[in-house]
């Protein structure tokens, strides 16, 4: 049980674009969701955490215009980052929790490559 | 905000050694405290956590321990295997909505 999924793995775009990732919680309804960002051999850096049907609450430093966060569905929220650029090129990985539990769930990651 | 510091960043260990990872936190109001294994390509994956109350805390070959007044937590792996070999990040908590990773600690158990 507690599987989150996340599509897609890995997405190349051009610089410009917009690029929406999903992250699904398979058999557990998530409450809140978690979105990190982690660079190569480097920590997870924690983005925006969001409530289900609520606005995501974004970290310090973190562009929300830039970074949207959309948590509609106890089973998905989904992360787009518009307009990319190559300095957002990353690793993006998702977390679920369900109420209640502090036990985050993580997905498997998304790689963007802006070129 | 939280800052959570973590050290060594990286730690070599003889198969069937201990491994210890000990981590700092700033914030007071943290309250729990996972840890996660993060194997190459892969997910990091909650090993064991601790909340403020409890003192330490043992799985098996895992144990952590938690010292509030000092702010510091460590991760104590003994028997350590070649499939310990992962990077392990410890965290804090200072709300329910909120965990910062610390920097992690690249673990390798040579056979």
């Known amino acids: 049980g507690a599987v989150v999924s996340q599509h897609p793995s890995r997405v190349i775009c051009k610089s410009g674009t917009s690029v929406k990732i999903e992250c699904r919680s398979l058999?557990?309804?998530?409450?809140?969701m978690f979105w990190y960002r982690q660079f190569p051999k480097k920590s997870l850096m924690l983005m925006a955490t969001s409530n289900e049907g609520s606005k995501a609450t974004y970290e310090q430093g973190v562009e929300k215009d830039k970074f949207l966060i959309n948590h509609a569905s106890l089973t998905l929220s989904t992360l787009t980052v518009t307009s990319a650029h190559p300095e957002d090129s990353s690793f993006y990985i998702c977390?679920?929790?369900?109420?209640?539990?502090?036990?985050?769930?993580f997905g498997p990651g998304t790689r963007l490559l802006v070129l | 905000g939280e800052n959570v510091e973590q050290h060594p960043s990286t730690l070599s260990v003889q198969e069937g050694d201990s491994a210890v990872i000990k981590c700092t936190y700033s914030?007071?109001?943290?309250?729990?405290f996972p840890w996660y294994k993060q194997e190459l390509g892969k997910r990091p994956q909650l090993i064991i956590d601790?909340?403020?109350?409890?003192g330490e805390k043992k799985d098996q070959r895992i144990a952590v321990t938690l010292n509030k007044t000092a702010k510091h937590f460590s991760l104590h792996i003994t028997e350590t295997q070649p499939e310990d070999s992962a990077v392990y990040f410890c965290?804090?908590?200072?709300?329910?909505?909120?965990?910062?990773f610390g920097p992690g600690t690249s673990l390798s158990v040579i056979p």
């Open positions: 914030d007071s109001a943290s309250n729990y």
């Open positions: 058999d557990f309804q998530a409450t809140t």
């Open positions: 977390s679920a929790r369900t109420g209640g539990s502090e036990t985050q769930y």
């Open positions: 965290a804090a908590s200072p709300s329910y909505d909120k965990v910062i």
């Open positions: 601790i909340r403020s109350n409890v």
